[in-house]
């Protein structure tokens, strides 16, 4: 009864504290989405365009003009990072859209571990010792981007463009057929959730006290990549709610004292929603395919009342 | 013979091996502006090959593609697209998990005129161009009897509407050409009356020409003007349908030997 009792009374400021991790976490986990779900490459890399994100916003926090003030320079970090993993992105998709399936999954993974190793040894950033981080970003600043990249995403997916990626992603030989440029869109995209992953790096490195090459190891593509398997490839919500439950885990575990065990419910749970859910928890559903909700709203903006 | 209006689509001694095999040799088509033309034969015969050289999936190994007088033949499936050039497929590749009026909003992707911005802002621009897809894609769903699916899922529907649903994807494309794969297999005598119907329609009412390979003979002898058979991937006859209805011949190609 005790420890019920302390847990529920821990949970509350355990969650509070981890907001902008979890926050993060909901971008990144998008992010990935938009490459992975939306457009169907499969990405195993994908820290390796929040570490650029990351670092270069922190050369901006770090080495920037600070009598700019804090917010301006924040701001400024977001761009840098959203640029440079944009960048990133664009020059990985280049090699990438000519490969598919498990040719493609090497390549982001190899693009990942480059990068580690590239700030292993970069010492303008403090190399493998790492850097200190001024904090810049509020939990509600954090939450605030949390929501644009949610609104970003959703109109993206009822546009043009997300009808046509998803056209391509069902049958490349017949989205070709009526015209459809399939390496102008996968690019596109790409690039669209590189930059994303920037702003997420950007938010991790203003949010931290510290940022160390170690942090953006394989292993967190791999969470990043449990994230949106057990959501449901494709689906917003559905991956938003896994990457708040992924990143609460550890920290619940921790209540029990647990988390010495952490990587084993981390596959355990992996396996078990391959097993029995291979769609992940929502599949393709969204919150607002619901049938009450469905009279109301209507995601396209002019779909028709049938 | 009746006189042919000026060649929409031309190929001359078109070609292609793959390895040792030669799967289409010497071929010459020929498609007149504002014609229904049949492309008939045995399975095997090389049609639906020549369907994908012209559309672009295959890079034939001789001879040429012309389309109003310019070649195409090498050009990527998206060109060929565009230059007006649409089809649909033997075997039905519709965008299955997406709803009707998606496939054919897809299809209508060129007519988008707004951009990333105007998308993530919902602009004026964005909301009129979608209003206008939307209304465009249903009046195309209209002719075909589809409107009212439109928002169940392409795979969802049945067999033969499938295949008109292809129809309508391809016309979304506003082409000059259509090239249709078997728009009547696996329809009943009802249904295939039903589409007969309404690929004379699409020549009066799109101005498309229309290049189509079928096995039932009583729609290709109803539409077609002219009609080329294929065996074995060349040419054995090339005529109006009385002409090869009574070709020894192709009759021999379809029958064997008596």
New interface residues.
């Given amino acids: 009864m005790d420890t019920v009792l302390r847990i529920i009374n821990e949970l509350g400021p355990t969650i509070y504290s981890s907001l902008e991790l979890i926050g993060i976490y909901v971008i990144l986990a998008l992010s990935l989405n938009m490459i992975n779900g939306m457009a169907g490459m499969f990405s195993i890399g994908h820290a390796g365009f929040w570490a650029v994100g990351a670092y270069s916003a922190a050369a901006v926090t770090v080495h920037g003009p600070a009598a700019l003030g804090g917010p301006a320079l924040l701001l400024l970090s977001i761009v840098a990072a959203m640029i440079a993993a944009g960048a990133a992105g664009f020059i990985l998709a280049v090699p990438c859209l000519r490969l598919t399936g498990d040719y493609l999954a090497i390549v982001t993974l190899g693009f990942s571990i480059i990068i580690v190793t590239l700030l292993y040894n970069f010492e303008y950033m403090g190399a493998a010792t790492g850097v200190s981080t001024p904090i810049l970003a509020s939990k509600g600043f954090i939450w605030f981007m949390v929501l644009l990249t949610l609104i ?1 995403y959703y ?2 997916q009822y ?3 997300g ?2 990626i ?2 391509l992603r ?2 490349e ?10 390496v102008r869109l996968k690019t ?1 995209v790409f690039v669209i959730g590189a930059a994303m992953a920037g702003l997420a790096g950007a938010l991790y490195a203003s949010s931290q006290t510290y940022l160390s090459p170690a942090g953006f190891e394989f292993d967190k593509s791999i969470k990043l990549l449990t994230m949106v398997v057990l959501g449901g490839l494709g689906s917003i919500t559905g991956v938003a709610v896994a990457a708040i439950l992924l990143t609460l885990l550890p920290e619940v575990l921790r209540l029990f004292s647990l988390d010495a065990y952490q990587m084993l419910v981390f596959s355990a749970m992996l396996l078990l929603m391959v097993l029995m859910r291979p769609q992940g928890l929502m599949g ?1 559903f969204e919150v607002w395919d619901l049938p009450i909700l469905r009279r109301y709203w209507r995601p ?5 009342k ?1 | 013979m009746k006189e042919r209006s000026p060649a929409l689509l031309q190929t001359e001694s078109l070609g292609i091996q793959f390895g040792g095999l030669r799967a289409v040799d010497n071929v010459g088509l020929r498609v007149g502006v504002g014609e229904v033309v049949g492309l008939i034969g045995p399975n095997g015969a090389g049609k639906t090959t020549c369907f994908n050289m012209i ?1 672009g ?1 295959y890079k034939p190994t001789s001879g040429s593609i012309s389309l109003s007088g310019e070649r195409i033949d090498g050009l ?3 060109d060929v ?2 230059r007006g050039v ?2 649909t ?1 033997q075997n039905i ?6 709803t009707v ?3 054919v ?3 209508l ?2 007519q ?1 005129d ?1 951009g ?1 911005m105007s ?2 802002l ?1 602009l004026p621009s ?2 009129r161009a ?2 206008g ?2 209304r465009r894609a ?1 009046e195309l769903l209209s002719v075909f009897g589809l409107a ?1 699916r ?2 169940d899922l392409a795979g969802d529907l049945p067999y033969g509407d499938q295949r008109k649903l292809e129809i309508v ?2 016309l ?2 506003s082409p000059k050409l259509l090239l249709l794969d078997e728009p009547a297999a696996g329809m009943n005598p009802q249904e295939t009356e039903n589409l007969t119907h309404l690929i004379s329609r699409l020549r009066q009412e799109f101005g498309v020409s229309i290049l189509l390979i079928e096995h039932d003979m009583s729609l290709v002898m109803k539409i077609c003007e002219h009609i080329y058979v294929l065996d074995y991937g060349r040419e054995i006859a090339q005529g109006e349908p009385n002409a090869i209805q009574n070709n020894q011949q192709v009759i021999k190609a379809y029958l064997g030997e008596a």
């Fill in positions: 970003v109109r993206l546009s043009s463009l009808r046509t998803q056209a069902e049958d030989i017949a989205a070709q057929s009526v015209g459809l440029n399939r596109t393709r396209g903006g002019a779909e028709s049938a | 559309t999936v990527h499936m998206i697209n565009h649409a089809r497929f590749r519709l965008f299955r998990k997406m009026l998606d496939n909003r897809v299809a992707h060129r988008v707004y990333l998308s993530l919902r964005f909301r979608e209003a897809l939307q249903l009212d439109s928002q994807r391809a979304a494309t």
